[in-house]
């Protein structure tokens, strides 16, 4: 395969291609959906393809194929080529000026990310277990619980990245996903709870976090919310707790610091490099490298060596998450964020392991001299708008404090506010740093898999929705 891999980059660097890579992929993943008491889904594929690039002056030509065979490599090449010279003869009008790919090192490397326990030798029999012993302690936890849902996925992937500037990088790794969501109810009111673990990594990391724990974990937030009273309204000191510090610097930061966005006149942020954007104590990174992370990769999907950027730096915006084509536009380094949801899709800036460092505040100090105010937890759901800087967020659960003391426990929060408004309402950074929600973002159609490493953060004052009663 590397032969006929090479005999085409060469094909298409003779007919003056600019550039091209190839990303040749074969993943099996195995599926386990059980919910309400009933194996919903239980299966095991095996996919395998090419994703290719090529740009031809300005223009980018795409292909993709399911075909795995030798002979397909070459006419996948052809048809991206036919593609991006056709793009570029539309444009020829228009004086548009050639795309700069920012420089990148050739690598050559074969990575093999060993797992202890490898998913392929647990049996599926074993891993139906899991799940059933999941699910049963998340139902049998209350009377109250009366709908869960327990889902378990592993994968194992083999990666062929090459360019014809000479990278040829192989590369192999498993994954492992699990998520349990419980529903309680008591007369009218239903309440629900979720919990996921997930990394890049083996079986044991399942294991290890016990799935029997996470069900349980789930329910028991889904019924403590039955007795939880609703929010009061209006502005008000905001504890976020580190699950939603990381959703909410994944979501409201994160996109907007995505250098395509930047381009297209979709961000707050453009232009605002080297500007005192939030809290001069506030530093977020992105970092793909965090190992048994639900967001690590070795490299991106162009072949770059993952590695951290710094996004925030003491509260200076220091930079923006790049391809290799944002980063030549802008004039900027690459940070090795591109990446696509499989061979199918053609890579896009995104997002890893989003990384707030902690600050020197213990939990105990954050709350100490909030007279009213709210302790909010985790994340339910919202939007965000990266080119008006808005958001609205609902919390999982919360707490109404007062004096310093935790007094009811709150449901149905909403927070609203501008970003930039909320990076520099931040007075104080607790000291713990915990890794927070494990998920799949979604942008431009493709999921990815990331995650977020968090301390509590304090804002002076986050807008608050709910109902004026208490």
Excluded at 141 to 153: A, F, G, K, P, R
Excluded at 388 to 415: D, P, W
Aim: contains cysteine.
């Amino acid at each position: 395969m590397e032969a006929a891999i090479r005999r085409a980059l060469d094909f298409v660097t003779a007919q003056q291609a600019t550039y091209a890579d190839i990303r040749l992929e074969r993943g099996h993943a195995t599926t386990i959906d059980l919910r309400d008491g009933v194996f919903r889904e239980l299966s095991y594929g095996i996919d395998e393809g090419m994703g290719v690039r090529v740009l031809f002056k300005d223009s980018w030509g795409f292909a993709s194929s399911n075909d795995p065979a030798q002979p397909a490599v070459q006419a996948t090449f052809e048809n991206a080529l036919s593609t991006a010279r056709a793009l570029s003869h539309s444009k020829s009008g228009k004086h548009a000026a050639a795309l700069r790919l920012a420089d990148a090192p050739v690598t050559t490397e074969e990575f093999t990310l060993k797992p202890r326990i490898n998913p392929e030798d647990v049996s599926i029999e074993a891993k139906k277990r899991l799940v059933k012993e999941a699910y049963d302690a998340a139902k049998g936890h209350s009377e109250h619980v009366t709908s869960v849902s327990v889902i378990y996925l592993d994968g194992f992937e083999e990666q062929i990245i090459a360019t014809t500037e000479g990278s040829y990088i192989v590369l192999q790794q498993p994954a492992v996903f699990l998520r349990a969501s419980v529903v309680a109810k008591r007369g009218t009111v239903l309440q629900e709870g979720r919990e996921s673990v997930g990394a890049v990594a083996g079986f044991e990391f399942i294991e290890a976090e016990d799935p029997t724990m996470i069900a349980v974990k789930a329910a028991d937030k889904a019924v403590r919310l039955l007795d939880a009273e609703l929010p009061p309204a209006g502005e008000l000191p905001v504890i976020m707790d580190n699950r939603l510090t990381g959703v909410f610097m994944h979501e409201a930061l994160g996109h907007a610091a995505e250098a395509d966005h930047v381009l297209y006149g979709e961000s707050i942020l453009k232009g605002k490099v080297g500007a005192a954007i939030a809290y001069e104590g506030l530093t977020v990174a992105d970092d793909p490298t965090i190992e048994a992370s639900h967001g690590y990769y070795r490299y991106d999907d162009e072949g770059l060596r993952a590695r951290r950027t710094e996004l925030i730096k003491d509260g200076v915006l220091v930079s923006y998450l790049h391809s290799r084509e944002t980063a030549g536009r802008l004039d900027a380094a690459p940070t090795a964020n591109a990446r696509a949801e499989d061979y199918s899709e053609i890579p896009v800036v995104r997002m890893s392991n989003t990384v707030i460092e902690p600050g020197g505040w213990q939990f105990d100090e954050l709350r100490a001299d909030i007279a009213f105010g709210i302790y909010a937890k985790g994340m339910r759901g919202g939007q965000v708008d990266t080119v008006k800087g808005e958001f609205q967020f609902s919390a999982e659960e919360a707490f109404l404090i007062e004096n310093g003391t935790f007094t009811k426990r709150l449901k149905n929060v909403a927070l609203s506010g501008r970003t930039l408004d909320v990076l520099k309402n931040i007075d104080a950074i607790g000291t713990e740093k915990k890794r927070g929600t494990i998920g799949f973002c979604g942008k431009a159609g493709q999921d990815v898999p990331v995650s977020e490493y968090a301390p509590h953060v304090r804002v002076t004052k986050i807008l608050v929705g709910g109902s004026s009663s208490g």
